[in-house]
């Protein structure tokens, strides 16, 4: 990212962490009147700061902000001269569950942190018991309160591993629930906002982006469990259903790919050593930007996520001379097979 790239999105960056600050005050009971988190407080000062020196009107207060962050999107914060992401759908507060938006975790850098909490939880342990953790918090989003404990009884050899990972869980907050209860999206098995009927579907989910018709199967009592830290539900749960069935297809086709990290992998693919990783995102500015970071050739995101939009955006988003495939799920597993067919032949 260019300098200037950088001043621009500072601004939208520090509102962002306003909003994300005020939603895990809210989260942990505090009260809604000031005193806001710093985080917010210094956001909306700075944005009063620049509405006054552009001529602009400034908003009235935090839930002014708030209101604004809710309707405006990060183009138009762009055409203002805030933000430098020109993406015309995302915005940084949902208007249905009043929380931050997947596209304003991105931007305040959730998925790095997801990517060292997990890390410094499992710093002492060995590969084998990383690998059971990970895939402990893969497919344990929402746990009970004595799950960690029946799981240790029936698989003595997760202990080590679910004992790290344990202190990754909290409370399910308010804002969750719904007459004491939490409902998850038959879809992507994260947090969701059921209709009123709860076979008529959600009205909200997480992942923001799942089928709304389906019914709610599964609501649990919030006092009976625990939920894992949202950034790592979205960072690392939710992209993990992408990779573990691309990777499962890949194997079964022949082309098995070499773990290398968290949610990274290696491959020789067009005759080229790739390192792939698995994301499943919303802000393809932000994504470009981390793809540089993370070092990878090859970013896959599930199907469903990738339209010639999120492409277009994604491309012009890389600096000059880099060369990074965005492939969907799909196109990485045909890819692969296609390609251990021709070497068959020959």
Not at 75 to 103: D, K, S, Y
Request: contains cysteine.
């Amino acid at each position: 990212m260019t300098r200037s790239t950088a001043d621009a999105v500072g601004l939208l960056t520090q509102i962002a962490r306003g909003v994300v600050a005020l939603s895990a005050h809210s989260d942990r009971g505090g009260a809604t009147p000031p005193p806001y988190p710093h985080e917010m407080q210094s956001a909306l000062d700075q944005l009063v700061l620049w509405a006054l020196r552009k001529n602009h009107t400034p908003p009235a207060g935090v839930p002014d902000l708030v209101f604004l962050c809710t309707g405006r999107t990060l183009a138009q914060w762009a055409a203002m001269g805030i933000g430098g992401i020109t993406e015309p759908t995302q915005r940084l507060v949902h208007g249905v569950a009043q929380v931050p938006t997947r596209a304003c975790l991105e931007i305040t850098g959730q998925a790095e942190f997801a990517d060292r909490l997990f890390a410094a939880a499992v710093a002492e342990l060995d590969a084998a018991d990383v690998a059971r953790a990970r895939a402990f918090l893969e497919r344990n989003v929402v746990m009970s309160n004595t799950g960690h404990l029946d799981l240790m009884n029936l698989d003595p050899r997760s202990m080590t591993a679910v004992k790290a990972v344990r202190h990754l869980y909290e409370p399910v907050p308010a804002r969750l629930t719904s007459a004491g209860e939490i409902a998850l999206c038959p879809t992507c098995r994260l947090p969701a906002l059921s209709a009123e009927l709860p076979e008529h579907g959600t009205v909200w989910c997480e992942a923001e982006v799942c089928p709304r018709d389906k019914p709610v199967t599964d609501i649990l009592g919030a006092g009976d469990v625990l939920l894992l830290h949202r950034a790592l539900r979205l960072f690392l749960a939710l992209p993990s259903l992408v990779e573990r069935s691309c990777v499962e297809r890949l194997r079964d086709a022949g082309t098995p790919l070499l773990r290398r990290s968290t949610g990274t992998y290696t491959s020789r693919l067009g005759g080229t050593d790739v390192v792939i990783r698995f994301y499943d995102r919303t802000c393809a500015t932000h994504l470009a930007w981390q793809v540089v970071r993370d070092l990878v050739t090859v970013a896959v995101l599930p199907e469903t996520a990738l339209d010639h939009r999120f492409r277009r955006t994604f491309e012009s988003s890389l600096p000059d001379d880099t060369d990074i495939s965005l492939l969907s799920d799909e196109e990485l597993v045909l890819w692969a097979t296609e390609e251990e067919k021709a070497n068959a032949k020959r």
